[in-house]
């Protein structure tokens, strides 16, 4: 069954660091492109970084570069989302997506929720 997991939601800080974690199941993330998009509550779906398989590229939202980094550990089959300097207005819902290309992704995780406030 192809699965992805997301886990390392929670609730931080204004300034405070996460790192989200996407676990792969039933297929193997080295051959693929994995992104994050997030939900703010009332807003539309946004992209937040993506990672290439065919040549280790990756891409952010203009507004997050610098403060969140995508990493993928083929060994685990998982991808990573470390996101520092966390504000209030990165509280959503975080899911990660598999496809063969960021914006029309083939596979979809069940989300975790990220809340950023004081």
């Known amino acids: 069954q192809t699965q992805l997991v997301e886990s390392g939601g929670g609730w931080v800080q204004p300034g405070g660091s996460l790192r989200l974690s996407c676990a792969a199941y039933?297929?193997?993330?080295?051959?693929?492109?994995i992104g994050w998009f997030r939900q703010a509550p009332g807003k539309d779906r946004e992209g937040v970084s993506c990672?290439?398989?065919?040549?280790?590229?990756?891409e952010y939202l203009d507004s997050l570069k610098g403060r969140f980094t995508i990493s993928r550990d083929d060994a685990k089959n998982t991808v990573y989302l470390q996101m520092n300097s966390l504000k209030p207005e990165d509280t959503a819902v975080y899911y990660c997506?598999?496809?063969?290309?960021?914006?029309?992704?083939?596979?979809w995780g069940q989300g975790t929720q990220v809340t950023v406030s004081s």
């Open positions: 997506t598999v496809g063969s290309s960021w914006f029309r992704p083939d596979y």
């Open positions: 039933g297929f193997t993330l080295h051959t693929a492109l």
């Open positions: 990672v290439r398989s065919s040549d280790g590229t990756s």
